[in-house]
């Protein structure tokens, strides 16, 4: 007869070599759902069938817990989990109730107390991390200081940081888990280059759009050279606002010297400027109504006014008619010298209206060849906007009217909604101070009179995003695990928000950085960035990833062949995430020997065919390192 520690030893090599069908339900064994804790289900159950950690912590653990590492948890968090693994190994089919586990993880992690749905990925990490500090088998940290790389051969300086890393840090995480990749920045303008060799626990790969999104938006001059044209053009669905920039820029052949301002106009005024190129493309939707305007470069010392115009209109109440100023068309954008006085405002804004003027032939005159309004003389000026005369005619004398005359343009400082108009322009005056110094709100009142001599209705027409076709069915994006990994170590700029400071020019610049697997560890845990986040909203990607099972092969993918090592894997195991952001539900499915894969749901535990274990719920990928085949 077998003694305890002799059959552990087989369970041990059984599940090393994938091999556990002789063990019948050994390891298939539930986790009680305590309330929303599926997350937690999910990591642990991949986990407890991890090659190597499962033998650790069925053997005698206890004499490498590390009670002085101020890092970690008094080994508190390896006893739990270790217990926890021991009963899910133990014989006997019961699901296990993890409330011992539980209570640690929310005494040493509060964002995981309480029973509120969370992130799979991001408690494997907590757990990852602190079973590595409590595990720590370095009783006294070493002070190392990491050595500039000075054109030395790029293996000898990755073997030094790999080596001062091991001083400080050795446990059975860092055996199975942690691998080492290769990061390069590159200083844009003195064109310093910075190379470090850091660990990594685990791969966050994001998901490359294959599936385009078409969007029509409006442009418009802020000249007065052109009227609104609208184009259409095709980004990544899962795109950044910068790729719609892009995109606009290259439809409407716009100039070095030009930029883009893109703002949501809803109601006649703006009700959003979108400015932050790293946004999500998500964050417009297909109903939104979406006009840029093309400003000069050189235009951020100036101020940006923004005019909404307002006509005269009346309607009945209790049979009696009353007058009211009505909003329409898109509101124009220019931008001024920051001196401005009020002639500066209105010829501004009579330059913007040149392309909707009705000329005697009945013709708009949006193909006249326009200059700018210093270059103008008076007399071509009048010919073209007969209303210039009645709109500069405005002084101190006429202050204190309320109302426009039949032909009078009249100008109001606003608000972003063009709610006042009781603060009015005089056109030999500087323009007030506003609340906002960059941007100033103009309200113009037009009389009736002076509508008629331009033709307003292309500023009614402003198409939405994308008019939705309810027939349409979209097909499900797909892109593969390789795709993904290329994406991850692909060259890009550092976000304005993660500037890395130059030594050579001792300033923050927005370097490029560039990736590279150097040293791959034997169990590699691989999560798909199916949740992005911004000001705004969550989202999540539902892309169907077409992941390898039996041979994922990095060879291709690492720039650094260690000694021969494998670089082949074999899949083990999958956190699944099912449903959408505010909840969903995990779920695992787990390798468990003799080809056969399971299906860990809480308390459930089911046989599941290999060829339904890919879907486009898979979260976190989890593979053990294979022999290459002769």
Same mark, same amino acid.
């Given at each position: 007869?077998?003694?305890?520690?002799?059959?552990?030893? #087989?369970?041990?090599?059984?599940?090393?070599?994938?091999?556990?069908?002789?063990?019948?339900?050994?390891?298939?064994?539930?986790?009680?759902?305590?309330?929303?804790? $599926?997350?937690?289900?999910?990591?642990?159950?991949?986990?407890?069938?991890?090659?190597?950690?499962?033998?650790?912590? !069925?053997?005698?653990?206890?004499?490498?817990?590390?009670?002085?590492?101020?890092?970690?948890?008094?080994?508190?968090?390896?006893?739990?989990?270790?217990?926890?693994?021991?009963?899910?190994?133990?014989?006997?089919?019961?699901?296990?109730?993890?409330?011992?586990?539980?209570?640690?993880?929310?005494?040493?992690?509060?964002?995981?107390?309480?029973?509120?749905?969370?992130?799979?990925?991001?408690?494997?990490?907590?757990?990852?991390?602190?079973?590595?500090?409590? !595990?720590?088998? %370095?009783?006294?940290?070493?002070?190392?200081?990491?050595?500039?790389?000075?054109?030395?051969?790029?293996?000898?300086?990755?073997?030094?940081?790999?080596?001062?890393?091991?001083?400080?840090?050795?446990?059975?995480?860092?055996?199975?888990?942690?691998?080492?990749?290769?990061?390069? !920045?590159?200083?844009?303008? $003195?064109?310093?280059?910075?190379?470090?060799? #850091?660990?990594?626990?685990?791969?966050?790969?994001?998901?490359?759009?294959?599936?385009?999104?078409?969007?029509?938006?409006?442009?418009?001059?802020?000249?007065?050279?052109?009227?609104?044209?609208?184009?259409?053009?095709?980004?990544?669905?899962?795109?950044?606002?910068?790729?719609?920039?892009?995109?606009?820029?290259?439809?409407?052949?716009?100039?070095?010297?030009?930029?883009?301002?893109?703002?949501?106009?809803?109601?006649?005024?703006?009700?959003?400027?979108?400015?932050?190129?790293?946004?999500?493309?998500?964050?417009?939707?297909?109903?939104?109504?979406?006009?840029?305007?093309?400003?000069?470069?050189?235009?951020?010392?100036?101020?940006?006014?923004?005019?909404?115009?307002?006509?005269?209109?009346?309607?009945?109440?209790?049979?009696?008619?009353?007058?009211?100023?009505?909003?329409?068309?898109?509101?124009?954008?220019?931008?001024?010298?920051?001196?401005?006085?009020?002639?500066?405002?209105?010829?501004?804004?009579?330059?913007?209206?040149?392309?909707?003027?009705?000329?005697?032939?009945?013709?708009?005159?949006?193909?006249?060849? *326009?200059?700018?309004?210093?270059?103008?003389?008076?007399?071509?000026?009048?010919?073209?906007?007969?209303?210039?005369?009645?709109?500069?005619?405005?002084?101190?004398?006429?202050?204190?009217?309320?109302?426009?005359?039949?032909?009078?343009?009249?100008?109001?400082?606003?608000?972003?909604?063009?709610?006042?108009?009781?603060?009015?322009?005089?056109?030999?005056?500087?323009?007030?101070?506003?609340? =906002?110094? =960059?941007?100033?709100?103009?309200?113009?009142?037009?009389?009736?009179?002076?509508?008629?001599?331009?033709?307003?209705?292309?500023?009614?027409?402003?198409?939405?995003?994308? &008019?939705?076709?309810?027939?349409?069915?979209?097909?499900?994006?797909?892109?593969?695990?390789?795709?993904?990994?290329?994406?991850?170590?692909?060259?890009?700029?550092?976000?304005?928000?993660?500037?890395?400071?130059?030594?050579?020019?001792?300033?923050?610049?927005?370097?490029?950085? &560039?990736?590279?697997?150097?040293?791959?560890?034997?169990?590699? *845990?691989?999560?798909?960035?199916?949740?992005?986040?911004?000001?705004?909203?969550?989202?999540?990607?539902?892309?169907?990833?077409?992941?390898? %099972?039996?041979?994922? #092969?990095?060879?291709?993918?690492?720039?650094?062949?260690?000694?021969?090592?494998?670089?082949?894997?074999?899949?083990?195991?999958?956190?699944?995430?099912?449903?959408?952001?505010?909840?969903?539900?995990?779920?695992?499915? %787990?390798?468990?020997?003799?080809?056969?894969?399971?299906?860990?749901? #809480?308390?459930? %535990?089911?046989?599941?065919?290999?060829?339904?274990?890919?879907?486009?719920?898979?979260?976190?990928?989890?593979?053990?390192?294979?022999?290459?085949?002769?």
């Amino acid at each position: 007869m077998k003694s305890a520690n002799g059959k552990k030893d #087989d369970l041990a090599l059984a599940i090393a070599n994938g091999s556990l069908c002789e063990f019948g339900s050994l390891g298939l064994t539930g986790l009680q759902n305590l309330g929303n804790t $599926c997350f937690m289900n999910s990591a642990v159950q991949c986990l407890a069938h991890t090659p190597k950690l499962v033998d650790y912590f !069925l053997g005698d653990y206890n004499k490498e817990i590390n009670h002085e590492n101020p890092l970690g948890m008094n080994g508190e968090i390896a006893l739990a989990f270790g217990d926890l693994i021991r009963k899910l190994w133990a014989p006997g089919s019961n699901p296990v109730a993890p409330r011992l586990f539980k209570s640690k993880l929310a005494r040493f992690a509060p964002q995981f107390s309480g029973f509120s749905q969370h992130d799979s990925q991001e408690l494997l990490a907590f757990l990852l991390d602190g079973l590595h500090e409590d !595990l720590n088998r %370095v009783k006294s940290k070493p002070y190392v200081e990491a050595k500039d790389a000075d054109n030395r051969q790029d293996e000898e300086v990755a073997d030094e940081y790999w080596q001062n890393h091991l001083a400080r840090n050795d446990s059975i995480i860092v055996d199975v888990c942690q691998g080492q990749y290769k990061s390069t !920045l590159v200083c844009p303008i $003195c064109k310093k280059v910075s190379v470090t060799f #850091d660990p990594f626990m685990y791969l966050s790969l994001p998901l490359p759009s294959t599936t385009m999104r078409t969007m029509t938006l409006t442009v418009m001059s802020t000249d007065g050279s052109a009227g609104p044209l609208p184009y259409t053009v095709t980004v990544p669905k899962s795109g950044r606002f910068s790729d719609l920039i892009q995109a606009l820029g290259i439809a409407c052949s716009l100039g070095i010297d030009e930029t883009l301002l893109v703002a949501e106009v809803y109601n006649n005024r703006i009700i959003r400027f979108l400015e932050d190129p790293a946004d999500s493309l998500s964050l417009i939707r297909d109903g939104d109504r979406l006009i840029a305007y093309r400003l000069p470069n050189n235009s951020e010392k100036d101020q940006l006014i923004v005019f909404m115009h307002q006509r005269s209109d009346e309607h009945y109440i209790h049979g009696k008619v009353t007058p009211f100023w009505k909003a329409f068309g898109i509101p124009f954008v220019a931008t001024v010298r920051n001196n401005a006085s009020g002639s500066d405002i209105g010829r501004t804004y009579l330059e913007l209206l040149r392309p909707f003027f009705i000329s005697e032939n009945g013709s708009n005159e949006s193909n006249t060849s *326009v200059t700018s309004a210093g270059e103008e003389n008076a007399e071509a000026e009048d010919a073209v906007n007969p209303c210039a005369d009645i709109v500069m005619s405005l002084d101190d004398n006429q202050k204190g009217t309320q109302s426009p005359s039949d032909a009078e343009l009249q100008f109001y400082l606003t608000d972003e909604k063009g709610t006042h108009n009781d603060n009015k322009i005089v056109m030999n005056e500087r323009l007030p101070e506003t609340g =906002s110094p =960059s941007r100033c709100y103009i309200l113009v009142l037009w009389p009736e009179k002076l509508i008629e001599r331009y033709n307003m209705q292309p500023l009614n027409m402003l198409p939405e995003v994308f &008019k939705c076709s309810f027939l349409a069915r979209k097909p499900q994006e797909s892109v593969s695990l390789y795709k993904c990994l290329e994406a991850f170590l692909k060259e890009e700029p550092l976000g304005p928000d993660d500037m890395w400071y130059c030594p050579r020019c001792k300033e923050h610049r927005q370097a490029s950085k &560039k990736l590279d697997l150097w040293r791959l560890p034997e169990i590699l *845990v691989i999560h798909l960035k199916r949740f992005s986040y911004s000001r705004f909203t969550k989202n999540k990607l539902e892309t169907y990833v077409d992941f390898p %099972v039996d041979n994922l #092969d990095l060879s291709n993918h690492i720039a650094y062949t260690n000694g021969g090592i494998s670089t082949r894997y074999m899949l083990y195991a999958i956190s699944n995430h099912y449903g959408s952001m505010g909840g969903g539900h995990y779920t695992a499915y %787990v390798h468990h020997g003799g080809g056969r894969w399971y299906d860990f749901d #809480d308390s459930y %535990v089911n046989l599941i065919s290999e060829d339904k274990i890919k879907s486009s719920a898979a979260y976190v990928l989890f593979y053990r390192r294979v022999a290459d085949t002769v």
